[in-house]
T-cell receptor
Framework: GENVEQHPSTLSVQEGDSAVIKCTYS??????FPWYKQELGKRPQLIID?????GEKKDQRIAVTLNKTAKHFSLHITETQPEDSAVYFC?????????????FGQGTTLQVKP | SAVISQKPSRDICQRGTSLTIQCQVD?????MFWYRQQPGQSLTLIAT?????????ESGFVIDKFPISRPNLTFSTLTVSNMSPEDSSIYLC?????????????FGPGTRLTVL
């Protein structure tokens, strides 16, 4: 089955700096890679995802890159703000690569210092 | 936008008892999923709740401990049986739902369980 590794476990940056979180996956058949943000006491919420037919996707200050050959994908947050402070999880699908059954990385606690 | 709700939002239970968590989706979905999130940890998939057939459990999770029902395409329950303090966790249901023309995995708000 799929295995997802996420690094770093914690990340502290100054407001305005960039943050990068990296994940690797094991199943070369996986074709969908979402990123979730979980604020304290709240449910995980999808912030961006990428499918294997593209190498990069951007949404305002957030971008995700995918390297299928190396089986890793990364989340990039630019111009970080204090409200970006949260736990971020990467995920990858198991089995046939649909978007339903997800295996999550260990999570990265991002702290943005004002 | 689609909504997933859970009941109860939290509970404190005595060891040896059982708790049933309900998950309601406001649209019909083929699959629903149950996850566990232990304090400060990531989400671990417990099982897939299939409508019309038995749930499919992940390694380390068994039906006797976590029986699941899926009576229709919008509802599922997860029971945590014969609880021990190690079962203290947040339990979340999820389902792939259409958003912006694509399927995305949405989560319920979670049920925070404390076992004494």
């Amino acid at each position: 089955g799929e295995n997802v590794e996420q690094h770093p476990s914690t990340l502290s940056v100054q407001e305005g700096d960039s943050a990068v979180i990296k994940c690797t996956y094991s199943d070369s058949a996986s074709n969908y890679f979402p990123w979730y943000k979980q604020e304290l006491g709240k449910r995980p919420q999808l912030i961006i995802d990428i499918r294997s037919n593209v190498g990069e996707k951007k949404d305002q200050r957030i971008a995700v890159t995918l390297n299928k050959t190396a089986k890793h994908f990364s989340l990039h947050i630019t111009e970080t703000q204090p409200e970006d402070s949260a736990v971020y999880f990467c995920a990858a699908p198991t089995g046939s690569g649909n978007t339903g059954k997800l295996i999550f990385g260990q999570g990265t606690t991002l702290q943005v210092k004002p | 936008s689609a909504v997933i709700s859970q009941k109860p939002s939290r509970d404190i239970c005595q060891r040896g008892t059982s708790l049933t968590i309900q998950c309601q989706v406001d649209s019909q979905v083929t699959m629903m999923f149950w996850y566990r999130q232990q304090p400060g940890q990531s989400l671990t998939l417990i099982a897939t709740a299939n409508q019309g057939s038995e749930a499919t459990y992940e390694s380390g999770f068994v039906i006797d401990k976590f029986p699941i029902s899926r009576p229709n395409l919008t509802f599922s329950t997860l029971t945590v049986s014969n609880m021990s303090p190690e079962d203290s966790s947040i339990y979340l249901c999820s389902a792939p739902l259409l958003a912006g023309g694509r399927n995305e995995q949405f989560f319920g708000p979670g049920t925070r369980l404390t076992v004494l």
